[in-house]
């Protein structure tokens, strides 16, 4: 498909297949419609909004978006490669970055991705989903930790403020093994508002809240520090 200059291109009642190159330089109208990419070594070229965007392989493909173009997709975002033949997705130039805001629902794994900058609100999370980063991306999260897999012999690696928040706000890791591999140093505007940390004034969400939802797995410090920690207790233990 290719959307001259002042052309414009209105989906209407049906949902779209595509199989070669996707060039916008109009105006594209989605509705509410789906646009499937079925072929191989796809191109996006210009900025394009969609409402729900579709592809999922089963043999090792990429998929190419524009450099410094911007993709909106505000339905159902839906990615997907397979264990050992991964989606990639990489710019139409190397090292330059695209753009992606995916405002709805994500369904996503098996990706590789590199110079993909999320301007969305909320990261887009694939941890866990046996995808990889192949770096200069922004707003996306391809593990939970630094390392490890949270079992005795292999434990989570904590080495930034990221990790001991993520560690915090998820009480299904309290019971899992972790070591830290680096000094943590909080800042003052980490815990103000607008920082990483305010959480309405209260401060670092503490690890293990109450008696009956504690941590109880181990952490080993291994001789580094964690500084200018600030925690406001929201309940006695």
């Avoid at 690890?207 to 207790?233: A, R």
């Amino acid at each position: 498909i290719i959307i001259e200059t002042g052309d414009i291109l209105e989906q209407t009642g049906s949902n779209l297949e595509l199989t070669g190159v996707f060039e916008n330089y109009g105006t594209f109208i989605p509705n509410s419609n789906t646009v499937t990419l079925t072929g191989s070594n796809q191109e996006f070229w210009g900025s394009i909004n969609f409402y729900n965007l579709t592809k999922n392989v089963t043999s090792a493909d990429v998929l190419k978006l524009g450099a410094m173009e911007t993709y909106n997709i505000t339905g159902t975002l839906n990615l997907s490669g397979a264990e050992n033949n991964l989606l990639s997705l990489r710019s139409t130039t190397e090292d330059a970055e695209w753009y992606i805001n995916s405002s709805g629902t994500r369904t996503l794994s098996y990706l590789d991705v590199k110079d993909g900058n999320n301007t969305s609100a909320t990261e887009i999370d694939i941890a866990e989903t046996g995808s990889v980063d192949s770096g200069n991306n922004t707003n996306w999260r391809f593990q939970y930790y630094s390392g490890g897999d949270g079992t005795e012999g292999d434990p989570y690696q904590i080495a930034n403020k990221a990790d001991l928040k993520y560690l915090s706000e998820n009480s299904g890791e309290w019971s899992k093994h972790f070591i830290q591999t680096a000094d943590i140093v909080f800042v003052a505007a980490d815990f103000q508002s607008g920082g990483d940390f305010y959480n309405d004034g209260m401060g670092f969400k503490r690890i293990g809240d109450t008696w009956d939802n504690c941590f109880i797995g181990s952490y080993d410090g291994q001789g580094h520090v964690i500084d200018g920690l600030v925690i406001h207790p929201e309940v006695e233990m």
